[in-house]
């Protein structure tokens, strides 16, 4: 099955262009942003009282935030273009690190190695999803999407629960100890899924942007009418989509494995923290995602500092809930 850029045709003009010709926020609400993080790190800094241990809260926020820029790419990429929160996205987080447990406990491969395994595993069972559970509902009431991906989350940790039990268990990395950067210092884990996090979301931005599946994915979200009136398989692509979603997601579980605990539930936090992400950086929108992902990061380090003893997380939804009576749209949202 071929899918094909549609052709410059009426039909199709609208709806590419207008995804086109958003450039992103504007130039006040990226200094309000900037801002307002640059005065939260004085205050965290002032609180703390060391420049060391901020150094340390900035270079882990940024690295963190990478993470989740990755996890959130996957949950905005699929609401962008279907119109459905995946509610499952946290447990194919937590499929993907046992899967890299598995792999590296049975063969002995680098944990990272293990993406090559993981990604197309974790797309393949994101296509059948779609294919399989999604696209007969696609013209289905919203709550029934959502009760459809609420129950697959619900299996996956179950199946997960039988099948390892209980326990928690962890990957080693070989040779993870901390590096220096810039005054800080890291595990060098955290360090090489931050830089994997940054490549995997050029990658998917690249395939979105420079190529005819992504003006296809792309026009299908703009416009899914004009899209099918222009021979575009609109079925192929929401399972493309959701494909490349599970595949995010897939990836991201791979790259926090060797620092994170692996049990069932753990992709529950790390779907917490994505919708925040999606939502501060607008929903549907790809660079918001990476760079709401960064501002979440930030602000959890710099929460626990200027709020110690309380839970890093309250920082970001206080940040949150700001966001949203000051901008509804998230900081890189648009108008319909």
Same mark, same amino acid.
């Given at each position: 099955?071929?899918?094909?850029a ?16 958003y ?32 150094t ?15 996890v ?7 609401y ?22 598995v ?13 090559l ?12 999803t ?5 696209n ?10 959502l009760?459809?991906?609420i129950?697959?989350?619900?299996? @996956? $940790?179950?199946?997960?629960?039988? #099948? =390892? ?5 962890? *990957?080693q990395?070989? +040779?993870?100890? &901390? ?6 210092t890291?595990d060098?884990?955290?360090?090489y899924a931050?830089?994997g ?11 979105l942007?420079k190529?005819p599946?992504?003006t ?18 609109i079925?192929a692509?929401y ?22 605990? @692996? $049990?069932?539930?753990?992709?529950? #936090? =790390?779907n917490?923290?994505?919708?925040? *992400?999606?939502?501060l +950086?607008?929903? &549907? ?6 760079v ?5 990061g930030?602000?959890?380090?710099l929460?626990?500092?200027i709020?110690p ?21 998230g900081?890189?949202?648009r108008?319909?």
């Amino acid at each position: 099955m071929t899918i094909q850029a549609p052709p410059p045709t009426a039909s199709t003009a609208t709806g590419v262009t207008a995804v086109r010709r958003y450039n992103g926020p504007s130039v006040r609400t990226l200094v309000v942003t900037f801002g307002v993080l640059l005065v939260a790190a004085v205050v965290a800094g002032v609180v703390s009282g060391s420049t060391t241990v901020l150094t340390q809260a900035l270079v882990t926020g940024l690295l963190t935030g990478g993470i989740y820029s990755l996890v959130a790419m996957g949950l905005t990429l699929v609401y962008g273009v279907l119109h459905i929160i995946n509610f499952a996205n946290g447990a194919m987080v937590a499929l993907s690190m046992y899967l890299t447990y598995v792999l590296v406990d049975a063969t002995g491969m680098h944990p990272y190695l293990t993406l090559l395994i993981t990604i197309p595993v974790m797309f393949v069972l994101g296509a059948l999803t779609q294919a399989g559970l999604l696209n007969p509902i696609m013209r289905a009431p919203i709550h029934t999407q959502l009760l459809i991906t609420i129950g697959l989350a619900l299996a @996956i $940790e179950n199946i997960l629960l039988l #099948v =390892f039990g209980p326990n928690p268990l962890s *990957v080693q990395l070989p +040779g993870n100890a &901390g590096v220096p950067i810039l005054g800080a210092t890291v595990d060098v884990s955290r360090v090489y899924a931050f830089i994997g996090a940054l490549i995997l979301v050029a990658v998917l931005w690249i395939i979105l942007q420079k190529t005819p599946v992504g003006t296809a994915v792309r026009s299908v979200a703009a416009n899914p009418e004009g899209a099918r009136l222009v021979g575009i398989d609109i079925k192929a692509i929401y399972v493309l989509t959701f494909a490349l979603g599970a595949a995010a997601a897939g990836a991201a579980g791979t790259l926090v494995a060797p620092f994170t605990t @692996i $049990e069932p539930t753990a992709g529950s #936090v =790390f779907n917490l923290t994505a919708f925040v *992400v999606v939502v501060l +950086g607008g929903m &549907g929108n790809v660079p918001g995602a990476l760079v709401g992902g960064l501002i979440v990061g930030l602000t959890e380090q710099l929460g626990g500092l200027i709020m110690p003893g309380q839970s890093p997380l309250l920082a970001v939804f206080v940040v949150f809930l700001v966001v949203l009576f000051a901008k509804p749209r998230g900081i890189f949202g648009r108008a319909s």
